[in-house]
């Protein structure tokens, strides 16, 4: 069985994400895909939208369709148990209470990257044809698609390692700081983790099977936040194939809502124009609450009912962020960032890693084998790509 179609809705809180993602599941069912709907955001609103009580596991919600909250605890039992019951105890033991210890076992944003793992087990189950999730706003999906860059060169220089780390500091630990370091065990987890980060990283980046969806309203502080996770969705490799402008007013508003309806229109010209060639769907703002299934399969007309619009599980737009081209001599890496400016960006190569910083985000881009005998012989930024080019040594020299 191939891979399910998968569509990440990511944007600003409030923008509607959610209502969004439950009626893209709704039509994909309609389609006769078996489609499950999942949350990954700490602050569940899906249960709401589809007016049903959602659990950890899948609930039938109709024909074909299920929908899931993450539960974020559940995954952390799954994949961090054994490095919390070690950093437990030795806070415990240190007089910490049990209570502010176990908050402590788990760092900042790791439950949020624990829920993304649930996407990881939808796909290698063979259950659904259809895999809709409705990220975590903006900031926090961003940072926690970047972990797994992090997360492979942590396999790569730490592990192999680790032994001789551990067995060399040992006796010290025990002796002058008084702590047990951690077990095999520990690591074990710790390992596992990482390769099944790795190995949904490799999911999301199948720009044949996945892609993220950018909602926002006509605002224009919201535009300008969805240009800039354009931007770095494309830094980390992710497709985008269609943005979703939601809750615009109609011509029906009359005068009292007149000259906000002009500054709608304005913005949806500049989402046009910047986002090309990315389809921009939308949706009008409705004269009641998007809740529950009539109205949500208004607003997956209102989106993808178009009769030139394709399906809402068919991917939209296929350009890929990356490009990488190998000659006899050299190679060059094409890398989409739109709307970046020459001076927010930095670039490093270290070994085999490609270091690119834009504006405070950072992506180390693991090369491939054929550019080992090469290096960085030039680098630019032209029509909203950074351009690097690769060639041999001697050739570099001679250059």
């Not at 192999?160 to 095999?184: E, K, M, T």
């Not at 790795?198 to 926002?216: G, K, P, T």
């Not at 001076?343 to 084998?369: C, F, N, Y």
């Amino acid at each position: 069985m191939g891979a399910p179609r998968t569509i990440l809705y990511t944007g600003k809180g409030g923008v509607g994400k959610t209502s969004v993602a439950a009626a893209t599941a709704r039509r994909c069912a309609a389609a006769g895909l078996r489609t499950v709907v999942l949350s990954t955001d700490p602050a569940h609103s899906l249960s709401d939208s589809l007016e049903t009580k959602l659990g950890g596991e899948p609930t039938a919600v109709g024909d074909l369709l299920w929908g899931q909250e993450v539960s974020a605890q559940d995954e952390m039992e799954r994949n961090w148990a054994g490095v919390q019951d070690w950093l437990g105890e030795l806070l415990i033991a240190r007089g910490v209470d049990r209570i502010s210890a176990e908050e402590l076992t788990v760092p900042p944003g790791m439950d949020e990257l624990f829920s993304l793992l649930a996407i990881k087990r939808h796909h290698e189950s063979g259950e659904f044809d259809a895999v809709i999730v409705d990220c975590a706003p903006t900031g926090e999906t961003l940072r926690l698609l970047s972990f797994p860059d992090v997360a492979r060169w942590w396999l790569d220089k730490v592990f192999p390692q680790q032994g001789r780390i551990l067995d060399a500091a040992r006796p010290f630990a025990r002796a002058v700081l008084d702590v047990s370091l951690p077990g095999n065990e520990v690591f074990d987890d710790v390992q596992r983790l990482v390769r099944n980060l790795i190995a949904m990283n490799e999911i999301l980046r199948d720009n044949e099977h996945v892609s993220v969806r950018l909602v926002m309203t006509p605002d224009r502080m919201v535009v300008d936040e969805a240009r800039r996770t354009f931007t770095y969705l494309n830094l980390y490799g992710y497709l985008t194939d269609a943005v979703v402008v939601n809750r615009v007013f109609g011509a029906e508003v009359g005068d009292y809502f007149g000259a906000w309806r002009d500054r709608q229109q304005a913005q949806l010209v500049s989402v046009r124009d910047a986002f090309a060639p990315v389809p921009v769907l939308q949706a009008p703002y409705f004269e009641e609450e998007v809740v529950g299934p009539a109205m949500l399969d208004r607003l997956g007309d209102a989106v993808f009912g178009g009769d030139d619009t394709p399906p809402a599980q068919a991917i939209h737009h296929t350009s890929v962020s990356e490009r990488l081209e190998l000659g006899t001599d050299g190679a060059t890496l094409r890398l989409e960032l739109p709307f970046a400016q020459r001076g927010d960006i930095s670039l490093k190569r270290a070994g085999q890693e490609l270091i690119v910083r834009v504006d405070g985000h950072k992506r180390t881009m693991l090369l491939p084998p054929a550019l080992d005998d090469l290096q960085p012989s030039g680098a630019a930024f032209e029509d909203g790509a950074l351009i690097v080019t690769f060639a041999r040594a001697v050739a570099a020299a001679d250059a």
